[in-house]
């Protein structure tokens, strides 16, 4: 997992955070390797066990009011408890007065102090998205994603089996593309990947024949969207006859990226086979199931249950023919 320095993070100026260094400059080599935000009032009323420090500390107007409300004493005591922990950085919301003694505490132990305009809601809402989108790991995949009825779907397969024609016949239909081609994917907190393009190849889609064709500007802002979550993975792949394939649907395949592990559908695609529609459908039957209901459960156990009649039936007869 990536990691960033406190002072990478007081440097940031697009994501808005408006923070500024008060004590602790010594200290902003410290640096952060999760997106979590905490809030350390447990800590300052002297409970400092679930204190952890790779994590940013923030101090809202609550945290602070109470920590000036007990004697200095006191608070300089837990101040020290707490700050002895080797903290990443202490963070003040709501751009308040900030007390001597926590200056020179922060000072003393080397610990970032810096304060914001933002309240604590916004704040933290703030550095929690800036924190995901730089520390939350990220790769690339090559393939096509789209976004079908809502569900995100990625389209792997080898090169020049039909990735991009399918995803196009989908745009034509009134689908829309995410990226093709290369795919940068990203984690976010608690399990959900998200898909986008690349910079230079945003909105590009490359047909054999026609070559690099630009989706935003051939059908418009609404055929594109910058990103998705990736809720189910299919790869085409080349019809081989006499190789069995999936013709029930029971059995639930699934593909990991990043520790998620996500619905994968495996499609042979050759002549004769509409490789959009197929497409389709399956996202169509991937939102039947998150909505608990699965087609081919439903045909097995009716399929069971006829069986289970007919031999009932078939059994009762016999008997019955046995008494007479």
Same mark, same amino acid.
């Given at each position: 997992m990536s990691e960033l320095t406190i002072q990478e993070i007081l440097d940031e100026k697009e994501a808005g955070l408006d923070l500024e260094l008060l004590a602790g400059a010594a200290g902003l080599t410290h640096k952060v390797s999760v997106p979590r935000i905490q809030k350390p009032g447990l800590a300052l009323a002297g409970y400092s066990s679930s204190l952890h420090h790779d994590r940013i500390q923030v101090l809202g107007s609550t945290e602070?009011?109470?920590?000036?409300?007990?004697?200095?004493?006191?608070?300089?005591?837990?101040?020290?408890?707490?700050?002895?922990?080797?903290?990443?950085?202490? /963070?003040?919301?709501?751009?308040?007065?900030?007390?001597?003694?926590?200056?020179?505490?922060?000072?003393?132990?080397?610990?970032?102090?810096?304060?914001?305009?933002?309240?604590?809601?916004?704040?933290?809402? %703030? /550095?929690t998205k800036f924190l995901e989108e730089r520390l939350l790991p990220t790769s690339t995949l090559h393939g096509v994603l789209i976004d079908i009825l809502g569900v995100g779907v990625l389209l792997q397969g080898k090169s020049g089996v039909g990735k991009s024609e399918c995803a196009l016949e989908l745009i034509l239909r009134g689908y829309r593309l995410v990226a093709d081609d290369v795919i940068k994917v990203r984690l976010k907190l608690p399990s959900v990947i998200f898909g986008e393009?690349?910079?230079?190849?945003?909105?590009?889609?490359?047909?054999?024949? %026609?070559?690099?064709?630009?989706?935003?500007?051939?059908?418009?802002?609404?055929?594109?969207?910058?990103?998705?979550?990736?809720?189910?993975?299919?790869?085409?792949?080349?019809?081989?006859?006499?190789?069995?394939?999936?013709?029930?649907?029971?059995?639930?395949?699934?593909?990991?990226?990043?520790?998620?592990?996500?619905?994968?559908?495996?499609?042979?695609?050759?002549?004769?086979?509409?490789?959009?529609? /197929?497409?389709?459908?399956?996202?169509?039957?991937?939102?039947?199931?998150?909505?608990?209901?699965?087609?081919?459960?439903?045909?097995?156990?009716?399929?069971?249950?006829?069986?289970?009649?007919?031999?009932?039936?078939?059994?009762?007869?016999?008997?019955?023919?046995? %008494?007479?």
């Amino acid at each position: 997992m990536s990691e960033l320095t406190i002072q990478e993070i007081l440097d940031e100026k697009e994501a808005g955070l408006d923070l500024e260094l008060l004590a602790g400059a010594a200290g902003l080599t410290h640096k952060v390797s999760v997106p979590r935000i905490q809030k350390p009032g447990l800590a300052l009323a002297g409970y400092s066990s679930s204190l952890h420090h790779d994590r940013i500390q923030v101090l809202g107007s609550t945290e602070l009011s109470y920590l000036t409300t007990m004697p200095q004493e006191k608070a300089v005591e837990n101040l020290r408890r707490i700050l002895v922990r080797n903290l990443s950085c202490l /963070i003040i919301t709501k751009d308040q007065v900030v007390p001597d003694y926590l200056i020179q505490q922060a000072e003393s132990y080397n610990t970032p102090l810096l304060r914001t305009r933002h309240l604590s809601s916004s704040f933290i809402s %703030l /550095i929690t998205k800036f924190l995901e989108e730089r520390l939350l790991p990220t790769s690339t995949l090559h393939g096509v994603l789209i976004d079908i009825l809502g569900v995100g779907v990625l389209l792997q397969g080898k090169s020049g089996v039909g990735k991009s024609e399918c995803a196009l016949e989908l745009i034509l239909r009134g689908y829309r593309l995410v990226a093709d081609d290369v795919i940068k994917v990203r984690l976010k907190l608690p399990s959900v990947i998200f898909g986008e393009g690349m910079d230079l190849l945003h909105y590009h889609m490359e047909i054999r024949g %026609l070559g690099i064709l630009n989706i935003k500007h051939l059908f418009g802002v609404a055929a594109i969207r910058e990103r998705k979550k990736i809720d189910m993975i299919i790869e085409l792949v080349q019809w081989e006859d006499g190789k069995e394939y999936d013709r029930l649907g029971l059995e639930e395949k699934t593909m990991e990226i990043h520790g998620v592990e996500l619905p994968y559908v495996r499609i042979p695609v050759g002549p004769g086979r509409n490789a959009g529609t /197929i497409v389709e459908v399956a996202a169509r039957n991937q939102l039947l199931k998150e909505m608990g209901y699965h087609s081919a459960q439903e045909f097995q156990e009716l399929l069971e249950t006829r069986m289970a009649e007919t031999a009932r039936l078939h059994a009762h007869t016999i008997i019955g023919d046995n %008494l007479e």
